[in-house]
């Protein structure tokens, strides 16, 4: 049974940082690209950060880059992302997502991959 599990998220100051990670088991990604989206109420799921299957490249969505960095560990089959300088307004739910297309183009939107977590709730106080 595939499964993404995300771990990570919680309560921090604006400001703050967190690392998120996501643990993939029941397949190997090692192949393929990964993501990060998030959700918050009353918005649609959108892509924060994605990652290649090389792990050559890399996209950010405006908002984090500069801030966010997404990152892969092939050998414990984890993605990560990194979140520094936490604004009240990257307060959502955040997903791991697995794609299979190899050569996706990075920063695709949600229905482009074909594996998901289950979630991770981060909340950014003032």
């Known amino acids: 049974q595939v499964q993404l599990v995300e771990s990570g998220g919680g309560l921090v100051q604006a400001g703050g940082s967190l690392r998120l990670s996501c643990a993939a088991s029941?397949?190997?990604?090692?192949?393929?690209?990964m993501g990060w989206f998030r959700q918050a109420p009353g918005k649609e799921r959108d892509v924060v950060a994605a990652i290649s299957w090389s792990s050559e490249s890399t996209y950010y969505t405006d908002s984090v880059k500069g801030r966010f960095t997404i990152s892969r560990d092939k050998a414990k089959n984890m993605v990560y992302l990194q979140m520094n300088g936490l604004k009240t307004e990257d307060t959502a739910v955040y997903y791991c997502?697995?794609?299979?297309?190899?050569?996706?183009?990075?920063?695709?939107?949600?229905?482009?991959?074909?594996?998901w977590g289950q979630g991770t709730q981060v909340t950014v106080s003032s």
């Open positions: 029941g397949r190997t990604f090692n192949t393929y690209p």
């Open positions: 997502a697995a794609a299979l297309t190899r050569g996706l183009r990075l920063g695709a939107g949600p229905g482009n991959y074909d594996f």
